[in-house]
């Protein structure tokens, strides 16, 4: 059984950065893809990035793009986002999601899920 443990969330000021991190454990297929989902208050779980494990392919929401970095360690079984120029409505729970296949946008389309952290960007 795959497990999702995500770490490195906080309170930052906009225009600030924070990395997050999703250890992964119990991962057998080499098609295994790790995304980050974020879920704000009041609004849908919304796809930011992916990762396929084996190839390093990576996939990125628009909101993403040019100031979030996914990249993910083999040796320590880590995903990590690296996410620059923070704004205010990057604020939400950040959630580690995992699933097999391609990197898909659709939160059903994953199988295993991390129990989040919260990220807030203040002004």
């Known amino acids: 059984q795959v497990q999702l443990v995500e770490s490195g969330g906080g309170l930052v000021q906009a225009g600030g950065s924070l990395r997050l991190s999703c250890a992964v454990s119990?991962?057998?297929?080499?098609?295994?893809?790790t995304g980050w989902f974020r879920q704000a208050p009041g609004k849908e779980r919304e796809f930011v990035a992916g990762?396929?494990?084996?190839?390093?392919?990576?996939r990125y929401a628009d909101s993403a793009k040019g100031r979030f970095t996914i990249s993910r360690d083999n040796a320590k079984n880590t995903v990590d986002l690296q996410m620059n120029t923070l704004k205010v409505e990057d604020t939400a729970v950040y959630y580690c999601?995992?699933?097999?296949?391609?990197?898909?946008?659709?939160?059903?389309?994953?199988?295993?899920w991390g129990q989040g952290t919260q990220v807030t960007v203040s002004s």
């Open positions: 990762i396929i494990w084996s190839s390093g392919v990576t």
């Open positions: 119990g991962r057998t297929s080499s098609w295994y893809v």
């Open positions: 999601a995992g699933s097999t296949g391609d990197i898909s946008l659709l939160k059903d389309r994953y199988t295993d």
